[in-house]
C-alpha cells in the first residue's frame, strides 16, 4: 500500500532499496545498501549506496519487478523470484561471437576473461581468449539466469519538487541533488546547474533526457529553463606588514548568469 494506504500503481514514484542474488549460485550480484556490499565484497569504496529511485511501469527494472511492484507495501520487506522471461530473458547462442584478436589490440585494450568491454556500441563480456581471436558475449550478464530482490519501497515521492529532484538526480547521478536549486511556478520549471555539473560530460545530453522526462510526467510545465552562474574568483589578498598600507580591495563583479532554455 502506498503512503495513504491506496495501492502501488503505475506512475508512481518510488524510493527502494534491494539486494539482488543470482539463485543458480546463490551469489549477491547486486545491492543499494552499504552494509551488504561490505558483507558480499562488492563494496570497492567508490559507488554511492542509496535507495533506487524508479517510476513503476516506466520498464526502468525488469518486468517480472515492474509487475510485483504493484502488489508490495510501502516499508515491508518483501521477496520476489524473477525467472529468466520474467528477469533478462534467456540467454542467446546467436549473441555469442569471435573477434579478432588484432581488434582489442588496436584499440589497446589486453582482453582477458570476465572483462566487460564496449564493442561497436554495445557492452559485453569477454568469455575466453585464443589464439587471434576471442569470443564475445553480447547476451546480458544475467540472460538465462533467476533473480532472487529482496527488497522495501522505502517511500513513495508525492510532491512536484521531490519528483523532479529524483528526475534530475537519475539523470545527472555525479552531483548531489540538494545542490540543485529547482523553482516550479505558473507551467514553468528552473534548475540552477550546480558548478560541479557545469563540465560533466555528456551534461547537454543529460539536460534534453530530464526535459523530455519533464515534458511526459509533468504536463503542466510548459518551459524548463537551465541557469548556469558563473562567479568571478575573488582576488587574492597579499600579506602586507605593518608598515604597509593594505590595499584597497577590488569593487566585486556582479555574477553572470547564463540561462538556456528548453520547451
Not at 188 to 208: C, M, T, W, Y
Amino acid at each position: 500500500m502506498g503512503w495513504n494506504g491506496l495501492p502501488i500503481k503505475n506512475g508512481d514514484f518510488l524510493l527502494v532499496n534491494y539486494t539482488l542474488k543470482v539463485k543458480e549460485t546463490g551469489e549477491t550480484v547486486g545491492t543499494t545498501l552499504e552494509s551488504v556490499a561490505k558483507e558480499t565484497k562488492l563494496y570497492h569504496g567508490e559507488e554511492k549506496y542509496e535507495p533506487f529511485f524508479v517510476v513503476v511501469g516506466e520498464g526502468w527494472v525488469p518486468k517480472g519487478l515492474d509487475e510485483a511492484l504493484l502488489g508490495f507495501e510501502v516499508g515491508k520487506a518483501s521477496s520476489i523470484e524473477l525467472p529468466p522471461e520474467k528477469g533478462y530473458g534467456a540467454r542467446d547462442p546467436k549473441k555469442v561471437r569471435l573477434v579478432p584478436l588484432r581488434k582489442f589490440t588496436a584499440e589497446g585494450i589486453a582482453p582477458v576473461p570476465g572483462l566487460q568491454v564496449n564493442m561497436d556500441g554495445k557492452t559485453a563480456q569477454i568469455r575466453s581468449v585464443g589464439a587471434g581471436r576471442v569470443q564475445v558475449d553480447y547476451n546480458h550478464p544475467f540472460a538465462g539466469r533467476t533473480l532472487i530482490y529482496d527488497l522495501t519501497i522505502e517511500k513513495t515521492l508525492e510532491s512536484e519538487e521531490d519528483k523532479v529532484r529524483s528526475l534530475i538526480h537519475k539523470r545527472i547521478s555525479p552531483v548531489e541533488q540538494e545542490k540543485f536549486k529547482i523553482k516550479v511556478e505558473n507551467g514553468e520549471l528552473s534548475v540552477e546547474i550546480p558548478e560541479d555539473a557545469f563540465f560533466l560530460e555528456g551534461i547537454q545530453v543529460s539536460k534534453r533526457t530530464l526535459t523530455a522526462d519533464v515534458e511526459k510526467f509533468f504536463p503542466q510545465i510548459q518551459t524548463v529553463t537551465f541557469y548556469e552562474t558563473f562567479k568571478k574568483p575573488k582576488p587574492e589578498v597579499p600579506a602586507t606588514s605593518p608598515t604597509t598600507e593594505p590595499p584597497k580591495q577590488a569593487p566585486q563583479t556582479p555574477a553572470a548568469t547564463a540561462p538556456s532554455t528548453s520547451t
